[in-house]
């Protein structure tokens, strides 16, 4: 069964449409708006292994916020949508990725329980165009709408690009060990309780 999703959504603010396949291989077509955020998504896909498409038009001419948020938004519900029931996968990833003087750690539960514990600070205030405040923001977004908890760290790091790519890198790895498919679960679902 292939474990994909297509979403779109439209407000006052932002017109996204968004396909993810969990069972991709790295594969991603972004188009935000915010060339940072494109890079970082596109990274996002590649180290997760997720074939990732979305087209994004915004009120950039306001700021960044919405947009950023909304695919954040976008991308938690198409996520919870591949998953469907859950069964089989391993619930549980973390990674902890290097990036030059940086080292970023993400750990996810896939639980149905939304959370974001964000450890994150950086040395400025924007990375080219995009407030660095954003990132939070989208990643508060994913997590509340796939229902995951997430929890991101900073270990070590000053360069503020080289900060955002690992925990872009960290969680997309996390991400693909747990929504990855466990031999010895069989199709249970990984939790006492019977449901995620």
């Given at each position: 069964m292939a474990r994909t999703a297509t979403i779109t959504r439209t407000t006052s603010e932002t017109d996204?449409?968004?396909?993810?396949?969990?069972?991709?291989?790295?594969?991603?077509?972004?188009?935000?708006?915010?060339g940072f955020l494109d890079h970082m998504l596109t990274s996002?896909?590649?180290?997760?292994?997720?074939?990732?498409?979305?087209?994004?038009?915004?009120?950039?001419?306001?700021?960044?916020?919405?947009?950023?948020?909304?695919?954040?938004?976008?991308?938690?519900?198409?996520?919870?949508?591949?998953?469907?029931?859950?069964?089989?996968?391993?619930?549980?990833?973390?990674?902890?990725?290097?990036?030059?003087?940086?080292?970023?750690?993400?750990?996810?539960?896939?639980?149905?329980?939304?959370?974001?514990?964000?450890?994150?600070?950086?040395?400025?205030?924007k990375i080219g165009e995009m407030d660095t405040e954003l990132f939070e923001e989208f990643f508060r977004a994913l997590a509340f709408n796939a229902l995951i908890t997430l929890h991101i760290t900073r270990r070590a790091g000053r360069n503020a690009h080289h900060v955002a790519e690992a925990c872009f890198k960290a969680t997309a790895r996390a991400l693909r060990m747990a929504v990855e498919f466990d031999p010895r679960v069989g199709d249970a679902i990984p939790s006492t309780k019977g449901a995620l």
């Open positions: 996204i449409r968004l396909t993810l396949n969990l069972d991709g291989t790295g594969v991603g077509d972004i188009s935000t708006g915010i996002l896909a590649r180290h997760g292994l997720f074939d990732l498409t979305v087209h994004a038009e915004g009120d950039l001419h306001i700021d960044d916020h919405h947009t950023t948020e909304d695919v954040g938004i976008v991308l938690g519900m198409a996520l919870r949508k591949a998953l469907g029931e859950k069964r089989g996968i391993r619930r549980f990833g973390s990674a902890l990725i290097p990036m030059d003087e940086t080292l970023a750690e993400a750990a996810i539960d896939i639980s149905g329980r939304p959370f974001l514990a964000w450890n994150v600070d950086f040395e400025r205030p």
